[in-house]
């Protein structure tokens, strides 16, 4: 009952904010994302029936407090779905930096039901699967399913749910990661995102973006759909600035990459916008054609990159890339 599993983590495109339900991470509106690659979180689960409690190890060191509660969240619901009640180990470790704004959580939650799925042989699809990683982050059911991916809201598991959206775009995107690290604290922002003055504003126009991005994926239109995501960013800072705590997440640096971004599309004219999570970090979205002379931009802003593709579905690996 051990079971290696690996998932890339998502950039928000049309983002969820906010959560009716806490315990079951029920969104109050429907999110699309795309997962980036090969930035990826790898984790290895396995029941023993021997041992006397759960242990819960990320980047080496031992998960307690808040992080363990969630973690416990997702194994609960796998222990139950699976009549079971053996200790589990689970060890993870991420390529890429954690908590600066690029979706740690969302693959951590995938890779994580991903391999508790496959130990306790529940023999679910990726959209039954998403489910179970929902209950540790929203975002994580979408990174369950890959690359574009819509999580319908809904009351229950059979609603709430992430499926795929094929579109001819996974081969164009290509993604400079500008890392801006500034501590972040999403999920309180969650937590109080219904209290902004903003967040009617938001829910009145975001069913409207829903169908705009998932018609603009679908006609392959890559402007439509990132100036679609570099809007609603700024739509979601709104909100999540004028929430009870006030929460400004961007620095000097996040703003010198968003005024790099209008300067290549207003004076170079090329195909290039922003977008950001809850984070200081940046997702600077262009075409395969010009992502070389983006990234030599966007370094000029004093800030590492990276530059990723997109990244399919969560996965199984071989069992001899297991962790332990």
Not at 243 to 257: C, D, F, H, L, N
Not at 292 to 298: F, L, N, S, T, Y
Request: negative net charge.
């Amino acid at each position: 009952m051990k079971a290696t599993a690996k998932a890339h983590p998502i950039q928000g495109l049309v983002k969820y904010h906010g959560m009716r339900d806490e315990e079951l991470r029920l969104p109050y509106h429907d999110s699309i994302s795309v997962c980036t690659a090969p930035s990826h979180t790898k984790t290895t689960v396995e029941f023993q029936p021997d041992a006397s409690e759960d242990t819960y190890v990320i980047g080496g060191e031992e998960v307690t407090g808040r992080g363990a509660e969630r973690i416990d969240a997702v194994v609960e619901h796998v222990r139950s779905l699976a009549d079971i009640d053996h200790a589990v180990r689970l060890e993870s470790e991420n390529s890429f930096p954690s908590n600066i704004g690029f979706g740690s959580s969302s693959s951590g939650f995938a890779a994580a039901a991903m391999a508790l799925a496959e130990a306790a042989e529940l023999g679910m699809s990726r959209p039954e699967i998403s489910t179970i990683a929902r209950r540790g982050s929203s975002s994580a059911a979408r990174a369950v399913t890959g690359a574009f991916s819509h999580l319908y809201s809904g009351m229950n598991d059979e609603d709430c749910r992430s499926e795929r959206i094929e579109t001819e775009l996974e081969d164009e995107l290509r993604t400079v990661a500008a890392h801006v690290p500034a501590y972040k604290e999403t999920e309180q922002a969650h937590k109080e995102a219904a209290d902004s003055h903003m967040f009617q504003a938001r829910m009145a126009h975001v069913h409207h973006q829903l169908d705009e991005m998932r018609d603009a994926l679908h006609a392959a239109d890559f402007d439509r759909a990132f100036e679609l995501a570099e809007h609603d960013s700024l739509s979601l800072t709104a909100t999540t600035m004028t929430g009870p705590a006030g929460w400004v997440y961007w620095q000097p640096k996040t703003i010198a990459v968003f005024n790099a971004v209008r300067e290549l599309r207003d004076e170079e004219e090329i195909p290039v916008y922003f977008s950001t999570d809850t984070g200081a970090s940046v997702y600077v979205n262009t075409t395969e054609a010009h992502v070389d002379r983006v990234e030599e931009a966007i370094s000029a802003c004093d800030v590492d990159t990276d530059v990723w593709g997109v990244g399919g579905p969560a996965e199984i690996l071989d069992e001899s890339e297991a962790l332990f």
